[in-house]
């Protein structure tokens, strides 16, 4: 019976050293070891479906890093082509400067609807026709404004005209804001005859040669056309969509199958791609800004047209995957079976060795690792009996050091009665100062020696330094003054034993150990936010900067105190509280050269315990 109960014994220290897992690896070391390897195994195909992922993720990112690179060449390629149209009809607007009777006109002052002269109308006559048969620009409408009245308007399908006035032209404030040419997005113009045409403008500002000053403006239309045929044969492709803004956000030209909305492609400006979702769908956006024009050049592509070709690769992909899958469990069944089987017999022999049967054996099929394990079983179990011997007497060991630490109790209580016996004489002989000092001293070592507790409420502990104080005033004559000031909403706050009492000591034996004057000590206490803080001060000698530093070094690096009760001092106080509640906790210390220390202890707030039961002790 001795050596079942010996076995038995090993019981709680297996469970206990089994709590201590983290619950969810605690559930899974309960699980059979069949189940375990099992889940093993498919942790080990997780490197070969991660890495097909990645494979299949990569390719795809491949193309369309391959796409978006081509979708950018095509974009820009547009851009250029018609900056290229462009620049052409910048070309036309300098025109004026190579032409000094046209010069002469802007300057002049005229009234509104004044007639040309014979050399005037011969002289712009041939300067139109020179502007429209010069390149491959097809000229819509022609402007010719000069600042002191001077006009001359051809629209399409019109007469030309000199009665138009400068300030009246829509776009009139938009190009005298902005630099010497400006580019204008599709509009409408009105001919004499009802016509509407929607054409591009190209405007520039026309300044005097010799004084740099602005004389006039010259204002050139194309045909919107011009720029829908060069996008139109792009979208027509499988390329995808394209869209065109001027630098006000207006559309130049969009495609009607693109599916993003007008006021979605208006932000773009510069050069780059992106992923964006349109009407349930994924699609490639490539933009680019032009230099010349500030135009933005949109193109979308679906990512679906871009992906189809990894569509194949990807179901390759999961196909190896499942066989791969399916092989591996098969396999994984197949060994956790081989592998368990004896390890299942040695279970059971375990579990009659448990019950107190000492006498069973397994054979050794083999000499792996379960072959090992079960040599070393038979050997554990013929060396169990001699264990359960030794453990019994060790048990009758702790027995008798447990008996010997309660007469070693004695000690302490034999104090307590002398000490009452002086009180009781003292009392008799009415000395009341002998009385209080013995009755203090007594609680003092009550709270000191008895007490098994690592915390206590925060009254107890103000308690304890109340008694403390007490014969600190007697054996100081009453030079000593303290003050106490501490919310009691917090006396049934846990704190650290002996945790307040250090730091009054400290204060006392290096604030005025050595002084002749009076000294004052307040004790402070409040709740802020989630902490409790209870603020120790003195007016003493106080420290330098060099001795504080030395001290917050020391909180900071020091060791707790080797010295048992006898210890507790500032470094030990503040390590204690960062060991036990954390490092936010601890002490704060503030001191100047005779102007005193304070001392600022920080508890967390815990509200476990009512409130009475702590006002009760104080």
Request: glycine share 8%.
């Amino acid at each position: 019976m001795r050596k079942a109960k010996s076995i038995r014994s090993f019981k709680p220290v297996l469970e206990n050293n089994a709590m201590r897992h983290h619950p969810i690896l605690q559930r899974f070391a309960n699980q059979r070891l069949l189940t375990k390897m099992l889940v093993l195994h498919l942790f080990v195909l997780l490197p070969l479906v991660i890495s097909s992922f990645f494979a299949y993720s990569s390719y795809s990112a491949s193309i369309k890093k391959s796409v978006g690179k081509s979708q950018g060449d095509v974009v820009h390629e547009l851009t250029t082509n018609i900056d290229t149209y462009m620049n052409e009809l910048n070309l036309l607007t300098t025109m004026p400067y190579q032409t000094p009777e046209i010069m002469r006109f802007l300057t002049e002052a005229r009234a509104k609807g004044a007639p040309l002269t014979l050399d005037e109308s011969n002289t712009i006559s041939s300067f139109i026709n020179h502007v429209l048969v010069n390149g491959r620009v097809n000229v819509a409408s022609l402007y010719l404004y000069g600042v002191k009245g001077a006009s001359y308007v051809l629209l399409p399908e019109s007469i030309a005209t000199t009665s138009r006035k400068l300030e009246e032209e829509p776009w009139y404030e938009r190009i005298s804001a902005s630099n010497n040419l400006t580019y204008l997005g599709p509009h409408e113009v009105h001919s004499s005859n009802g016509v509407t045409s929607r054409v591009i403008t190209a405007a520039r500002k026309i300044k005097s040669i010799q004084s740099g000053k602005l004389i006039g403006y010259f204002v050139l239309d194309v045909p919107v056309s011009a720029i829908e045929s060069r996008s139109n044969h792009l979208a027509s492709s499988n390329f995808g969509s394209i869209a065109i803004v001027d630098e006000q956000g207006a559309l130049v030209y969009k495609d009607p199958g693109m599916d993003i909305t007008d006021s979605g492609i208006t932000g773009y400006r510069g050069s780059g791609s992106l992923e964006v979702h349109v009407k349930g769908k994924d699609e490639l956006l490539t933009y680019y800004t032009s230099n010349l024009t500030g135009w933005t050049t949109i193109g979308t592509v679906p990512m679906s047209l871009l992906l189809k070709d990894t569509v194949q690769v990807r179901n390759n992909i999961v196909l190896l995957g499942v066989i791969c899958l399916g092989l591996a469990v098969v396999i994984s069944i197949w060994l956790a079976f081989f592998i368990t089987r004896p390890i299942s017999q040695l279970r059971n022999l375990m579990k009659k060795v448990e019950q107190g049967d000492l006498g069973v054996s397994i054979p050794i099929l083999s000499r792996d690792e379960v072959g090992q394990l079960s040599q070393t079983f038979n050997v554990m179990v013929s060396r169990l009996s001699d264990l359960g011997y030794k453990l019994y007497e060790t048990e009758i060991r702790e027995k008798n050091a447990q008996l010997a630490a309660l007469q070693n109790q004695m000690n302490p209580h034999f104090l307590y009665n002398t000490l009452g016996s002086v009180s009781m004489y003292a009392e008799i002989q009415g000395n009341r100062e002998i009385v209080e000092i013995t009755n203090n001293l007594s609680h003092l070592l009550r709270y000191s020696i008895n007490s098994d507790q690592s915390e206590v409420f925060l009254g107890q502990e103000l308690r304890h330094v109340e008694g403390y104080m007490a014969i600190q005033l007697i054996r100081f004559e009453h030079k000593l003054h303290y003050e106490m000031n501490v919310d009691p909403a917090i006396y049934a706050n846990l704190v650290i034993r002996l945790g307040l009492q250090p730091i009054v000591e400290n204060c006392i034996i290096h604030g005025f150990g050595k002084t002749r004057g009076k000294g004052t000590i307040r004790i402070t206490g409040v709740q802020e936010g989630d902490s409790i803080q209870v603020v120790i001060e003195d007016d003493g000698k106080g420290m330098t900067a060099a001795e504080l530093q030395t001290l917050r070094t020391r909180m900071q690096y020091g060791r707790l105190s080797d010295d048992g009760p006898s210890g507790h001092g500032v470094v030990n106080v503040h390590r204690r509280l960062m060991l036990r509640y954390g490092a936010s906790y601890g002490l704060e210390v503030e001191s100047e050269p005779m102007k005193g220390t304070r001392v600022t202890l920080k508890f967390p707030v815990n509200d476990g315990v009512q409130a009475g039961a702590a006002k009760e002790e104080m």
